[in-house]
């Protein structure tokens, strides 16, 4: 018997087992393949989202393989409208897990397996795994992602929000020129909603320009399957002005698709059993919260573990810490509320659509009137 077993070794899971592990918890962390391969997810670290992983001590390791942004160029029309100060980093999602997980502390058990069923119970849960292994716990973290099968013998199911949200569109891209491009990243933006596109951003991994399209569009639209042949194409097409910012570019490697479905877990409190990330709620990509949702998932529950194993029982009352825990509620109904408002903005004429070009623009002015403050060089900071 362990302490607890975390089901799931993505960003969630492994995060959370080497958070756990550090502080001296006996883990056991299961997932059915090792290493994960490439795929399109999750290709930007945030501010806040830097800041937890540097308190978890995880930021640190990362670094040599991502791409360091420090301003964002924000432009429409062809224009740049102004330039942020920022610390953001470009990663591909399988180099930020399979590192989590080479580092894992000598506390926590990695295997890899594939889980059969779970029980749990106020003070015991059990696993078994397809080699007919039997594992047990004091308590149980699910941190599966978008799977939902594994909780469904519990009751747990999932309500869908909007199925088919949005559509993400993945892509490196290279200069026409074979020179750098003059920038960290880009954020370029539409000028109405016709294409029902909510941006596109540019921006470094490792030496790599990486470009990631947020649309409001089905992958069996005759659209997108034109995009997918010919994304620098389309891209001028649709956002006019784009290769004034950037100068003339082409596509390189495969375009990646993602479609987005918005949902949250109901009938989820249950004795000894926590949902963390994407096995919680789902977040669409365009609001730039899916790292936030995720780490804060992590923040909140290595908080309390230790507490909770300190006391005999895995009742409902710990369960609910958790999941009432006003950090956790304002990140995920925030998450929530920027996808509405995101695709609100992108494919209608309306108030927020008028709303957000006056905002865009108004930010613009008072980047050019008003001093703005260079951020802390956070790179430089931790590699002296």
Known sequence: MTDVI???AGVAGATAAAVLGAKGIRVTLLDARDPVSRCFKAEKIEADQAALLRKFGLLKSMLPVTGRIRA????????VLYSQPIEQYG????????IVRQGLPAKVDFRIGRVESIETGPERQ???TNTGEELTARLLVVASGTAAQLCAPLGIHRRMIR???SLAIGFDIASAREVAFPFDSVTYYPTGVANRIAYLTLFLIGRTMRANLFLYRTSDESWVRQFTRNPAELLEASLPGLTKITGPFRAEGRVECAAIHLYKAEQFLHPGLILIGDAFQSVCPSTGTGLSRVLTDVDVLTEHVPHWLDTPGMGL????QFYDHPGKIATDASSLG??????DASTSFSRRWVSQQVRLHANAWMRKVLPVKKPVDRMEEILD
Not at 72 to 79: E, P, S, V, W, Y
Not at 317 to 320: G, I, L, N, T, V
């Open 163 to 165: 199925e088919k949200h």
């Open 91 to 98: 990663i591909h999602y399988h180099d930020m897990v399979n």
């Open 338 to 343: 920027q996808a509405e408002y995101v695709r």
């Open 72 to 79: 964002i160029q924000n432009a429409q029309r062809g224009k």
């Open 317 to 320: 009352e710990k369960m609910r």
């Open 6 to 8: 975390i089901i799931g």
């Open 126 to 128: 059990r696993v078994r």
